[in-house]
């Protein structure tokens, strides 16, 4: 089986895949220091405790956007896995799209890998809005060329700068509000109108001015923890792809074994 990973700037997730079939995932926090005996010792129990073995792994792919965690995750592939990892955007795993931008090496190989299953699984031209640490608006066009786009604070960094800079503004969690009327009696009911419908708001004036750009019928596809909670309270979104990620991943390995 391929063990595929994908680390985040907040999480590391680990998916055990047969085929493109998930048969589990798991995640950890993002922290650099975190050395491969301690992925190695979290992920035995987790992979026993789903029926598998390590030895069940056969390959890793990692994709990631934090240098500093690739050190030990390729050591843990091949102390524990006994393989050479592959890294997304590295060879034998190229791209393999064109990146139609001015400065290609600096775009996020989280978003290049979510672009390419992206193009694999629905047609035409799209925008794929991941929801992580940063949301990012990203453009795919019909013939798969990833075209640009935009990044945008998270909702989660938007409500921590919020609550960070202001004394007397309580902490809230990430939801919708009670009802959909904009004029909050409280101030908490207030923090979730300005936090959740601005970020509504935003998603949909982003939206609306790329497809304006794009000038052809465009399909959005929404991926990351927050997408199904956003896909209930708006109607821009065409797909959700929770796993859009993982795989992008899955499909650069079976590429690297055709090559």
Request: aromatic share 6%; glycine share 8%.
């Amino acid at each position: 089986m391929l063990l595929a990973i994908d680390a985040g700037n907040t999480n590391v997730v680990f998916a055990l895949l047969e085929g493109r079939n998930i048969r589990a995932r798991w995640r950890i926090a993002t922290d650099p220091r975190r050395t491969a005996d301690e992925y190695a010792v979290w992920l035995n129990q987790l992979l026993m405790l789903e029926g598998f073995k390590i030895t069940d792994v056969h390959a890793v792919i990692v994709a990631t956007v934090v240098p500093r965690a690739l050190h030990n995750l390729q050591v843990l592939a091949e102390k524990y896995f006994k393989t050479t990892p592959l890294v997304a955007g590295q060879p034998p795993v190229d791209w393999g799209i064109e990146l139609d931008v001015a400065e290609p090496g600096s775009v996020g190989a989280d978003r290049v890998v979510n672009a390419i299953a992206a193009h694999h699984l629905y047609a035409g031209d799209l925008i794929v809005i991941d929801f992580g640490t940063a949301t990012t608006f990203d453009v795919v066009d019909y013939s798969g060329a990833y075209k640009g786009g935009i990044i945008a604070p998270g909702i989660n960094l938007s409500l921590d700068a919020l609550v960070a800079a202001a004394a007397k503004l309580p902490k809230i969690a990430i939801a919708p509000p009670e009802n959909r009327s904009v004029i909050g009696r409280t101030t908490e009911a207030q923090m979730h109108i300005g936090v959740f419908w601005g970020y509504v708001a935003m998603m949909e004036g982003l939206v609306a001015r790329m497809r304006a750009e794009i000038g052809r019928p465009t399909r959005v596809i929404s991926t990351g923890g927050l997408a199904v909670l956003f896909n209930d309270n708006s109607d821009i979104f065409d797909a959700i792809a929770p796993d859009l990620t993982v795989q992008g991943l899955a499909l650069m390995h079976e590429r690297s074994l055709q090559a």
